[in-house]
């Protein structure tokens, strides 16, 4: 059971960086806010402390240090209403592709297009739930899958459809696993705080206008199904992501 509520990695203004519980101002539960956090100590995934010591939040950076993650494992087509305006069959079992843990960056951090993804049009975006594993674990059965759970967070599986789909029969992980082609944050929300994964609303604003819409209610595969699918004859470490309707990480 994580000690923090909302776990957010920072730059303070004395120039090092934390891990730290995010201190929001009452009424504000957006974590992009935070201005300051109670510095967090110890393993994340293991033993650690929320201490008492508040530091000045400079700048949020991704929630996870590339160090600390193990895989990002990915489901593709896993909202309802996305497959039937796509004109896709419902898929029968989870659609799983990988993102290397390079792809990971902050929330705010610039996105880099290589050259070779501005070869031809395709450049996509996604929003994303993502769950991070907590605890290691293997063959998990639905009704336990969320004791697994760290906390949850939001992302962006930047794609290019051209690569991903069209270019060598398909290259899903090329075509979604650039350099910077997984952003997240800003925090992570301990799954003590969310309890139901299934009721989040989730969108996507592109220069202030909404271009994505949905809610986690519509996925295929749930988070319980999802973390059960993926454990089935194999391990989960901590610090595995999933998004897609989720994104483990």
Known sequence: MPAFSRLVRFLARNGKVYYGDAILPKGVTD????????????????????????ADVRLLLAPLALEDVRTVRCLGLNYELHAKESGLPIPKYPVVFHKPATSLSGPTDPIPVHKIAQESQGLDYECELVAVIGKMCKDVSEADALNYVLGYAIGNDV?????????????????KGFDGWAPFGPGIVSSEVIKDPQTLKISTRLNGKTVQESNTADMIFDI???????????TLLPATSSSRGPRLA
């Open 224 to 234: 319980k199904k999802t973390v059960a699918f993926l454990s089935r004859g194999h």
């Open 159 to 175: 794609s290019h459809r051209d690569w991903q789909l069209q270019r060598g029969g398909g290259q899903w992980t090329l075509g």
């Open 31 to 54: 974590i992009a806010q935070t201005k300051k956090a109670k510095i967090v100590v110890g393993d994340i995934f293991g033993k650690h402390e929320v201490t008492d010591q508040v």
